[in-house]
Structure formats: structure tokens, C-alpha cells
């Protein structure tokens, strides 16, 4: 079966220091990868997706980025976190090449607090 | 513009009684699809209903069921017989077909809809 791991699970940094959040996911190959980050009580962002390794597309310009430098590997970083930047981020995947009624599996989340 | 809009904040309801959850979409392609997810206080993000833009019939998952309305672009949640597990944020979710989004299968969200159950 599939899992989805994210970690770390929370995070407080302070303004200006980078930041690495990874995710991966086992039991499938060539997934489709996405972050999202929901600020408090608000509804989720797409802030990056991945079809493939290399292969990134953002979604909104900021102060973020994201790598796949394998597979099932999907990394969101930083080189210097703004107080903006603090939120709950999620990885999520689904089914590469799935069709319109894939749903998308979650992972548990960070949560980020720059401070 | 926003493609999924969730007018309701927060919303109560009581113990075994129904309550819906509200989601308009605006989109120009004829193939999509919509979903929702729970969200617990813990932060998971849990699936629980689909409904395709082709499907003739209204989803049903147990406890829910989609009204969907095409004509309106309304796809309301329905919880039956609430349950106080029911209390989290539910978001409605929209995926484009692959005529416009292609491979992507990203899902754009709702706001959300805080849900609170009373016993």
C-alpha cells in the first residue's frame, strides 16, 4: 500500500534562517507531487506541483521553492524565511498521469512558525 | 477569480440531525471534478467524496451525499444524522479536466467551512 511521509511534524524558526521540508511517498512510482500551505483557519494554497523528477511549477511567486531530486522525493525550502512564511504545509500525492477522479492522498503536515 | 468559493465560516448543527455545507465553482471547462475533505484539529486531510461532471447520479459515501446542482455550479455537502466526530473544517475542492490543467490533477480549494456538532 501507499504511505506519505512529511516531516518535521512542527518547526519554529526564526526570520532570515533557511528552511527544508521534505516529503516522500512509498509503494507507488512516478507520482504526481504537490505543497500546499493553509494559513490558520483559512483554505489551502497550491503553492507547487511536480509531474516528474526535475519538474516544477509554481504556482505563486514567493519567498519559497521546491526540489524533486527523486522519484517520490518532494522537498520545499527556503534561504531566508519571512514571519509571511509561517503557516501548516502539506505534501500530497496522487496517481501520475491519474484521471480527473484521482484523489489526492495528504500527508500529516508541518507546522511552521517564524518567529 | 476564485474558483471555488464556501460562504459559510462556521455552521452548527445538532446531534443526528442533517446539515449542508455550501460550494459554488466557476469554471469554463466541461470536464472537472469535485471533491471534499474533512479536516480534524489534528491537521489530516481526510477524502471523503467525489463527484464527476459527467456523473448522472449525486455521490453518495454513507453518511454523505453531494447535491449537485451543474446548472447553478453549486456542489453541496450533505452530512446525515451528525455525529459529534463530525465537528471539523470541510473543504470542497475543484480538479479541471485534462483539457485545461493536462497531467497535473492539482486540486484548487475552497476556504473552508468550520463544522460544529452539539450534543
Known amino acids: 500500500s501507499q504511505t506519505i511521509h512529511q516531516w518535521p511534524a512542527t518547526l519554529v524558526q526564526p526570520v532570515g534562517s533557511p528552511l527544508s521540508l521534505e516529503c516522500t511517498v512509498e509503494g507507488t512510482s512516478n507520482p504526481n507531487l504537490y505543497w500546499y500551505r493553509q494559513a490558520a483557519g483559512r483554505g489551502l494554497q497550491l503553492l507547487f506541483y511536480?509531474?516528474?523528477?526535475?519538474?516544477i511549477s509554481s504556482e505563486v511567486p514567493q519567498n519559497l521553492s521546491a526540489s524533486r531530486p527523486q522519484d517520490r522525493q518532494f522537498i520545499l525550502s527556503s534561504k531566508k524565511l519571512l514571519l509571511s512564511d509561517s503557516g501548516f504545509y502539506l505534501c500530497?500525492?496522487?496517481?501520475?498521469?491519474?484521471?480527473?477522479?484521482?484523489?489526492?492522498?495528504f500527508g500529516s503536515g508541518t507546522q511552521l512558525s517564524v518567529l | 477569480a476564485q474558483k471555488i468559493t464556501q460562504t459559510q465560516p462556521g455552521m452548527f448543527v445538532q446531534e443526528k440531525e442533517a446539515v449542508t455545507l455550501d460550494c459554488t465553482y466557476d469554471t469554463s471547462d466541461p470536464s472537472y471534478g469535485l471533491f471534499w475533505y474533512k479536516q480534524p484539529s489534528s491537521g489530516e486531510m481526510i477524502f471523503l467524496i467525489y463527484q464527476g461532471s459527467y456523473d448522472q447520479q449525486n455521490a453518495t459515501e454513507g453518511r454523505y451525499s453531494l447535491n449537485f446542482q451543474k446548472a447553478r455550479k453549486s456542489a453541496n455537502l450533505v452530512i446525515s444524522a451528525s455525529q459529534l466526530g463530525d465537528s471539523a473544517m470541510y473543504f470542497c475542492?475543484?480538479?479541471?479536466?485534462?483539457?485545461?490543467?493536462?497531467?497535473?490533477?492539482?486540486?484548487?480549494f475552497g476556504q473552508g467551512t468550520t463544522l460544529q456538532v452539539k450534543p
Open positions: 475542492a475543484m480538479r479541471e479536466g485534462l483539457t485545461s490543467s493536462g497531467n497535473t490533477g492539482k486540486l484548487i
Open positions: 511536480s509531474v516528474g523528477i526535475g519538474q
Open positions: 500530497a500525492w496522487r496517481t501520475g498521469g491519474g484521471s480527473t477522479n484521482e484523489k489526492l492522498f
